[in-house]
């Protein structure tokens, strides 16, 4: 065979091979095939090459089990990631003799399996109105805010349709990119994303294939986008949370997927690039319950410290069992509720969910057509309507940490521990309250408090001291976020520290102090 032609076949062998790892899974299904993530460590040198090694051992492997290429697939976030490589390799079964042989070079801190994730999404619950915005207090949330165009939602999902009429004005356009030249105008490593990637299959269109219909498993990450952000008080479609806070539109499915879409086979290549493009909040429906994965851990690390807000779907199993990335650290767990506050049956539960949020018959965009609706049940949904509050609440206050994001999120939360007694103490801090978390950030930002008056713990269950700057107080007061009265006692000491045990309702006060000389205030909060 002629050196051009053997080099055609080994080619087209490449790509036919490259895409049975990407689309045909034969040997796990909860994993690519043919793909090892690795972790040299730290302190190591070690450099791994496409075709040579220093190491004799390692070029062993590579005849072995058929190394095909090795690459760095996330650089430029952390030290961990700098490290980390992908090694794609042909004798696919051997996936696990493979890893224990990795395990046993001493400059490998890791050898794991790349996983694949599952979209949270449960069949169709038709249901007449969008109760979700209703029940969780929106349009009264809107009234401090709604929403800023310079937020940016990263829906990493199998696909996102940027073409759908109810999309197409909040979907974000990256003004570093010239659309079509063939250039990497802002040099983040991507060509022409424009308004997103493709992480599945390489390339600036993170819309779903032309074939997919609006009952299509496809539909998923188009349907979680506009519970999130679809455009809001324009006549047409539907509202949401996020009002006009901005869309990247993030594809981690393959258009030949052979299931249609319901797996995310590039999960950790999306959530990297959604790091590059400088999203303020990366929302994650899908998941699994395999978490022992180093570098899906390591990416969630990275991502927080870019102060990046991490949402993800709880899971769909009814199960306490931890599911990942939401039990990861930094990530916002959240599972789903019905139209009556209970856990929907599905949801996940226990100690790793931090809020509930509305998930069953969740009406929205869909793909297939620009102006496809439905309804779709699922923590899938429930977690972009907390990552859009999550972006409302950035919009009021940007310099906000994801911690403090957070924070708001939950103590705005209602407890719904009553009405679902078997699962008390295991919904987190309950279901998300858009209006409480937003008065609570408007509070932050207009109430001027003195320093030197202190109240701890704060938050509290109601049993707290305060320490006063002088040595005689008049009064204590205390209101609610509305500005009603809710208690006063006269306090008649000459100390400076008084003990409280007050009976209140949890959620966020203000108290103020009277003094001889001064007027003191303070926020608190109680859960």
């Known amino acids: 065979m002629r050196p051009h032609a053997k080099f055609l076949f080994l080619l087209l062998f490449f790509f036919i091979f490259k895409g049975n790892i990407a689309y045909c899974q034969t040997i796990d299904s909860n994993f690519v095939d043919g793909v090892v993530y690795v972790k040299v460590v730290s302190s190591s040198t070690m450099e791994l090459s496409p075709y040579s090694f220093s190491d004799p051992i390692l070029n062993g492997f590579y005849s072995t089990y058929n190394i095909d290429t090795i690459t760095k697939p996330f650089p430029g976030i952390s030290p961990e990631l700098d490290k980390t490589y992908r090694i794609q390799f042909l004798q696919i079964s051997q996936i696990d003799n493979f890893i224990s042989d990795l395990q046993t070079l001493s400059y490998l801190e890791y050898a794991e399996k790349a996983p694949i994730y599952r979209t949270d999404y449960l069949p169709n619950d038709l249901l007449p109105t969008q109760w979700s915005l209703t029940k969780i207090n929106a349009i009264a949330a809107w009234d401090i805010s709604k929403g800023s165009t310079?937020?940016?939602?990263?829906?990493?999902?199998?696909?996102?349709?940027?073409?759908?009429?109810?999309?197409?004005?909040?979907?974000?356009?990256?003004?570093?990119?010239?659309a079509g030249n063939f250039l990497d105008d802002d040099l983040n490593g991507f060509t022409d994303d424009v308004n997103g990637w493709d992480a599945a299959d390489g390339d600036k269109n993170p819309n779903p294939p032309s074939s997919a219909t609006t009952s299509s498993p496809f539909t998923h990450g188009t349907h979680c986008a506009g519970i999130a952000s679809a455009a809001t008080d324009n006549s047409i479609g539907i509202?949401?949370?996020?009002?006009?806070?901005?869309?990247?539109?993030?594809k981690c499915?393959?258009?030949?997927?052979?299931?249609?879409?319901?797996?995310?086979?590039?999960?950790?290549?999306?959530?990297?690039?959604?790091?590059?493009?400088?999203?303020?909040?990366?929302?994650?429906?899908?998941?699994?319950?395999?978490?022992?994965?180093?570098t899906g851990e390591n990416m969630m690390n990275a991502a927080n410290a870019f102060g990046i807000v991490l949402v993800a779907a709880a899971g769909n199993s009814n199960t306490s069992a931890p599911h990942f990335p939401s039990s990861y650290n930094y990530v916002i767990s959240v599972g789903a509720t019905d139209q009556t506050d209970q856990k929907a049956s599905f949801s996940n539960f226990g100690s790793s969910v931090d809020v509930m949020a509305p998930g069953v018959g969740?009406?929205?965009?869909?793909?297939?057509?620009?102006?496809?609706?439905?309804?779709?049940?699922?923590?899938?949904?429930?977690?972009?309507?907390?990552?859009?509050?999550?972006?409302?609440?950035?919009?009021?206050?940007?310099?906000?940490s994801p911690a403090s994001v957070q924070t708001y999120l939950k103590n705005g939360c209602e407890n719904i521990d009553a009405l679902n007694p078997t699962y008390a103490g295991q919904l987190g801090s309950g279901r998300i309250n858009a209006f409480n978390s937003m008065q609570y950030v408007s509070l932050s930002e207009s109430i001027k408090e003195k320093d030197d008056l202190n109240v701890f713990p704060n938050p509290s269950t109601g049993i707290?001291?305060?320490?006063?700057?002088?040595?005689?107080?008049?009064?204590?007061?205390?209101?609610?976020?509305?500005?009603?009265?809710?208690?006063?006692?006269?306090?008649?000491?000459?100390?400076?520290?008084?003990?409280?045990?007050?009976?209140?309702?949890?959620?966020?006060?203000?108290?103020?102090?009277?003094?001889?000389?001064?007027q003191y205030s303070k926020k608190i909060v109680i859960k």
Not at 259 to 265: E, K, L, N, R, Y
Not at 483 to 504: A, C, D, I, K, Q
Request: net charge negative; charged share 10%; aromatic share 10%.
């Open 464 to 518: 707290f001291t305060i320490v006063f700057p002088e040595n005689k107080i008049n009064s204590v007061s205390i209101y609610s976020i509305n500005g009603e009265l809710v208690f006063t006692e006269s306090v008649n000491s000459n100390n400076n520290r008084l003990n409280v045990n007050w009976v209140l309702s949890k959620g966020f006060y203000i108290l103020k102090a009277s003094g001889e000389n001064n």
């Open 362 to 400: 969740i009406y929205s965009t869909l793909s297939g057509a620009v102006n496809a609706y439905g309804y779709i049940s699922g923590t899938s949904m429930a977690c972009p309507l907390a990552a859009g509050l999550c972006g409302l609440i950035l919009s009021q206050n940007p310099s906000l």
């Open 150 to 178: 310079a937020v940016k939602i990263a829906i990493v999902d199998n696909a996102v349709s940027t073409i759908h009429q109810d999309l197409v004005n909040n979907i974000w356009i990256n003004p570093g990119e010239v």
């Open 253 to 294: 499915s393959p258009d030949l997927s052979s299931d249609g879409g319901s797996t995310i086979t590039n999960a950790y290549d999306g959530v990297y690039y959604a790091i590059k493009a400088n999203a303020d909040i990366i929302s994650m429906s899908w998941g699994g319950y395999s978490g022992s994965f180093v």
């Open 239 to 250: 509202a949401s949370i996020g009002f006009k806070v901005k869309i990247i539109a993030v």
